[in-house]
């Protein structure tokens, strides 16, 4: 039966932590502890290949959870202070156990260890500032990105709507029919560049639902560059007129909302606007793109533009109008999940402006 023996252990200490090593070679450690206080292991130590085992009765509370990992010439052993602080020696008893010696490779005296320790914290809170710095220059970026997108997308959309509205008084009836001529270029810009929009919403640049996003940019580009951009006969259209000037009004109002946000400024005016005025301009608006839908059929009949080719048995093709009355139907479907989305942002905001009012 082999002898069970005292291995040779070295120790230093810092305000947070014991530093243990234990001189056994190739040691296994018997069982799973806890507690320091009691350590088994077997291994090749002073006397050779033997079960070797301490205990160490500390000065003060230490916590239960021990970390210790075993190389091929030792085992280090890490525990942890209950309360942060320099003990002025390690065991209870005065006299040190014959077995525990200090570990000079990491000992250190009170005040180097307090060094160390400002040392640490100060390059935590270096670590901790650049950090901060770090977000606020993403954050300040950010909000530069999208004041200047909101801004560029309110100056396209004003353009657009003052420039019908002059139009309108002055043409009056005249100029619901070269609409298209005189403002689409600036529509398609606007428009192309909402994508930016889903985008936004998608990589969480924004705290936006993508669904409404991506329902309101792909229908409203289906219309201005499939229903109205690819059809002459459309281009005259009175409802043309309708469509960007149901569309433009509803956007001079959201993106300086938004604008204001970004630099965490609110009017209250354009608050209420924001949040008031899509109420009946966006179901005419979608009206308005649903009887664009409508008139476009006979010419995609005739035309034959953008047909769809079918097996031989069944014909050499199909008109696009097939797509256009599935299409219909989305619209209105599309129409309820936006009003629904808008609807309930809206209570949310002018209830928490009434809470915090109260």
């Known amino acids: 039966m082999q002898q069970t023996l005292t291995p040779h252990v070295y120790w230093a200490q810092r305000h947070e932590d014991i530093y243990l090593r234990v001189e056994l070679i190739d040691a296994q450690v018997q069982t799973n ?3 320091v206080s009691l350590f088994p292991a077997q291994g090749h130590g002073a006397r050779g290949q033997n079960d070797y085992e301490f205990s160490l009765p500390f000065l003060n509370a230490v916590k239960t959870e021990v970390s210790h990992r075993s190389t091929q010439r030792q085992v280090n052993i890490t525990v942890r202070k209950q309360l942060s602080g320099w003990w002025d020696r390690l065991t209870l008893q005065e ?9 000079f490779d990491r000992w250190m005296d009170e005040s180097d260890a307090e060094m160390e320790l400002r040392e640490k914290e100060e390059k935590k809170n270096r670590l901790n500032m650049e950090s901060r710095l770090s977000e606020d220059s993403y954050i300040t970026l950010k909000k530069a990105f999208l004041f200047t997108y909101n801004l560029v997308q309110f100056l396209g959309f004003s353009w657009i709507f003052v420039n019908m509205t002059i139009r309108l008084f002055i043409l009056g009836q005249d100029s619901l029919y070269d609409t298209f001529y005189t403002i689409s270029d600036v529509m398609f810009f606007c428009q192309i560049l909402a994508s930016v929009e889903v985008l936004n919403a998608m990589f969480g640049v924004v705290k936006a639902a993508v669904v409404p996003a991506f329902i309101q940019v792909i229908g409203r580009n289906f219309i201005l560059f499939i229903i109205l951009g690819s059809l002459q ?3 005259n259209k009175p409802v043309v007129f309708f469509v960007f000037y149901l569309w433009s009004a509803i956007e001079i109002f959201r993106y300086p909302f938004y604008m204001l946000g970004c630099i965490d400024t609110e009017w209250k005016t354009i608050t209420w606007l924001r949040y008031t005025v899509w109420i009946p301009l966006y179901p005419l608006g979608v009206l308005a793109e649903a009887v664009a839908v409508v008139q476009s059929i006979s010419v995609f009949d005739q035309s034959r533009l953008f047909s769809i080719p079918l097996p031989e048995a069944l014909g050499s093709s199909a008109s696009f109008s097939c797509v256009l009355y599935i299409y219909l139907p989305l619209m209105v ?3 309820l999940i936006n009003f629904r989305h808008l609807y309930k942002q809206r209570r949310k905001r002018f209830r928490t ?3 915090k009012s109260n």
């Open 333 to 335: 479907i599309g129409l």
């Open 33 to 35: 502890y806890h507690f």
């Open 233 to 235: 006969e459309m281009h």
């Open 95 to 103: 006299k040190k156990p014959l077995f525990l010696v200090p570990d």
């Open 353 to 355: 402006k009434k809470r």
